[in-house]
């Protein structure tokens, strides 16, 4: 097999020397809170982004240069681009990848027509599963980018559409098991409104509804057994998005029966444009029992689009991370996929590789922090002080339900203002920060 890129094995170097070509903190054997540092972060590579992304803007086209290019014909561009991305993850040095399926094979001009090009592709990815042992973290569906999927597709108010996303679905959902994907999205690229004044709001998330549990009832009678997630975003391309962001979906799941068999996927740039960070949105699924897995990027925070790119900012890691060791794991099948690009401006093909390092540097060395941080009890000791007041008297009976209103009233009615004014105390948030900081560097250093 031809080599498609000019890169050696990606190592771990150590940190002494930052400009040393490799992992200066991401060590895959490295034990971390009793795990190895490889099965608490569980790397995926996008396969859209790293192989199909053209790096285009809104106001420029593509500028990527990529070594498969040279084949015009699509289905022999498709079946390079195999070979290339088992090269990439075999040097990269991850286990998991992702896909859509409109990623790996073009369509054809029917349904019939696309999922055969479609299963040329997948019979190229099981023979280099079985002798690699790669494995498929999460597979999902391309129902946004067609013309057919104006207005949706599982909201879609036209029954032909809604009839040929559950067929894409049915084969989506056959081609996971036979790659034996440990998760399956659902992301509602257009599955949202641009207008209340042409929308049957509640007929078109009934539909969804419907359309997620005819997806799950067929996934059991082939005896698919990936878990099911759905991915919050908020806004862009509709104006409004029906699974704006984690407490949204979570509302929606619990509504229409889904929360027993469907968890959550989160992304760090869709935490951001629904005006929460990553951590928030990870502590809201953590905290419902309903984190499954993550997409690891970041946007910026001056621009107002999902950018993806690769994540950067140690910040948002260590808050995400932490989220993760509290939750003893991302997830029974999770893991952090890059959902994330080069810019427009990192266009040659080391700049897919260097972004990769980039990304499992910063998550890796988020991890090292989070658990120092856990190790130490910092924020659990914040946090008991904190909340110190509902371990006695009054706070005791409130925490254990027993305290009526009634009972509340008589204990608070006759107390004087200044006593109020003294049963709180400063938070010390800025102390809180230093500290953070503090154990990012001393960490790091060390």
Avoid at 175 to 181: D, E, F, M, N, T
Avoid at 320 to 340: C, H, K, Q, S
Avoid at 389 to 401: L, P
Wanted: hydrophobic share 35%.
């Amino acid at each position: 097999m031809m080599a498609y890129w000019n890169m050696d094995k990606i190592t771990y170097v150590g940190n002494e020397y930052a400009k040393e070509f490799g992992f200066h903190y991401y060590e895959p054997e490295k034990i971390i809170a009793g795990k190895k540092m490889k099965d608490w972060l569980r790397f995926a590579v996008a396969y859209w982004h790293t192989f199909d992304q053209r790096l285009v803007d809104p106001f420029g086209d593509g500028t990527a240069i990529r070594p498969y290019d040279k084949y015009t014909d699509p289905m022999d561009n498709a079946l390079a681009k195999v070979d290339a991305a088992f090269e990439f993850y075999e040097k990269l040095g991850v286990n998991f990848f992702c896909f859509h399926d409109r990623n790996l094979a073009p369509e054809g001009n029917t349904l019939r027509e696309s999922n055969h090009n479609l299963d040329k592709i997948v019979d190229k990815i099981v023979e280099y599963q079985q002798d690699s042992g790669m494995k498929v973290l999460w597979n999902t569906a391309n129902m946004f980018t067609n013309p057919r999927f104006v207005a949706g597709a599982a909201t879609s108010p036209y029954a032909d559409i809604y009839a040929y996303s559950a067929a894409q679905i049915k084969h989506s959902l056959e081609i996971g098991k036979r790659v034996g994907a440990e998760n399956y999205v659902f992301w509602g690229g257009r599955e949202g409104y641009e207008s209340l004044w042409n929308t049957n709001m509640k007929m078109e998330q009934e539909h969804a509804a419907e359309f997620f549990h005819m997806a799950k009832d067929y996934a059991n009678r082939i005896g698919f057994k990936a878990q099911f997630l759905l991915e919050p975003k908020p806004l862009e391309p509709t104006t409004h998005q029906y699974d704006y962001d984690a407490a949204t979906t979570i509302g929606f799941m619990k509504q229409y029966g889904l929360d027993k068999d469907f968890k959550l996927n989160l992304e760090g740039n869709h935490a951001n444009l629904a005006g929460h960070t990553y951590q928030h949105e990870i502590r809201v699924a953590r905290e419902a029992g309903l984190l499954g897995s993550l997409d690891a990027n970041q946007g910026d925070k001056l621009i107002g689009w999902d950018i993806d790119e690769y994540p950067s900012n140690l910040y948002e890691t260590i808050g995400a991370m932490y989220e993760v060791i509290e939750n003893g794991g991302i997830g029974r099948t999770g893991g952090l996929n890059f959902d994330a690009k080069p810019r427009r401006t990192s266009f040659e093909p080391d700049d897919l590789f260097i972004g990769h390092m980039v990304g499992m540097d910063t998550f890796a060395a988020g991890l090292k922090v989070a658990a120092k941080l856990k190790e130490d009890h910092v924020i659990d000791n914040v946090l008991q002080d904190r909340y110190d007041s509902y371990n006695s008297g009054v706070g005791r009976q409130i925490q254990s339900g027993t305290a009526s209103i009634e009972d509340l009233e008589n204990y608070i009615i006759d107390k004087p203002q200044k006593e109020l004014r003294r049963a709180t105390h400063s938070d010390h948030l800025e102390e809180i920060k230093n500290i953070i900081n503090h154990y990012m560097i001393a960490t790091l250093a060390g």
